[in-house]
């Protein structure tokens, strides 16, 4: 399985970005897909996760509300729709899945909120 990310940049705080996060190979046995960041000195932190059985999502108490994640079965691909974008959402970005007892990251993608 292979997690290609996309969409990350820098930007201003209030406006948005769209991440995707494009799923190839052996994906049939998904199980959960999320977004994680990581800060510069920070641990990586989970933003959002999808549960691909019953599409309920969970977020974390600092994006609620301003973060979407969703998911395109036809595409394969996960998207994090993130708006009011804030300094402190600042970090690398990464798509992980869990597919049967495997778990897979993607390489990360910077976004950048500047004040």
């Known amino acids: 399985v292979q997690l290609v990310e996309s969409g990350g940049g820098s930007v201003q705080a209030g406006d948005s970005l769209r991440l995707s996060c494009a799923a190839s190979?052996?994906?049939?046995?998904?199980?959960?897909m999320a977004w994680y960041r990581q800060a510069p000195g920070k641990q990586r932190e989970l933003v959002a996760s999808?549960?691909?059985?019953?599409?309920?999502?969970n977020y974390a108490d600092s994006v609620k509300g301003r973060f979407t994640i969703s998911r395109d079965n036809a595409k394969n691909t996960m998207y994090l729709q993130m708006n009011s974008l804030k300094p402190e959402d600042s970090a690398v970005y990464y798509c992980?899945?869990?597919?049967?007892?495997?778990?897979?990251w993607g390489q990360g993608t910077q976004v950048t909120v500047s004040s």
């Open positions: 992980f899945i869990r597919a049967g007892f495997y778990t897979y």
């Open positions: 190979g052996s994906t049939f046995n998904t199980i959960a």
């Open positions: 999808i549960i691909t059985g019953d599409g309920s999502t």
